[in-house]
């Protein structure tokens, strides 16, 4: 089995910064795509970024240029570091990972973090 932990989330002023942290663990052969998403209050979840094992990434436009998606595979991490927050952007954080596990190491499952709540005064 497969466990995502979210770790940084808190209460920021507007223009701060907050960085959070997903790590997998369990019996893992390999993760393709690490993801961040948000759902606000009264509003559908939405993807904020992405990053797949290549390398490549791609953000929300309502965060290009404040927030930065990096992982580290050897340690089955994803971080979001969020940059010049904005009172939009208070939500629940959620990551996402497709993970191909040891006793399935030819498909992938999704997974998906509790959630990390992230508030932002203006």
């Known amino acids: 089995q497969v466990q995502l932990v979210e770790s940084g989330g808190g209460l920021v002023q507007a223009g701060g910064s907050l960085r959070l942290s997903c790590a997998a663990s369990g019996t893992i052969f390999s993760i393709n795509d690490m993801d961040w998403y948000r759902q606000a209050p009264g509003k559908q979840r939405e993807l904020v970024a992405l990053?797949?094992?290549?390398?490549?990434?791609n953000y929300v436009d309502s965060v290009k240029g404040r927030f930065t998606i990096s992982r580290d595979n050897a340690k089955n991490t994803v971080y979001l570091q969020m940059n010049g927050l904005e009172s939009e952007d208070t939500a629940v954080y959620y990551c996402?990972?497709?993970?191909?596990?040891?006793?399935?190491?030819?498909?992938?499952?999704?997974?998906w973090g509790p959630g990390t709540q992230v508030t932002v005064s203006s």
């Open positions: 990053s797949n094992r290549g390398g490549s990434t």
């Open positions: 996402h990972m497709k993970v191909r596990s040891r006793a399935t190491p030819f498909r992938a499952y999704d997974y």
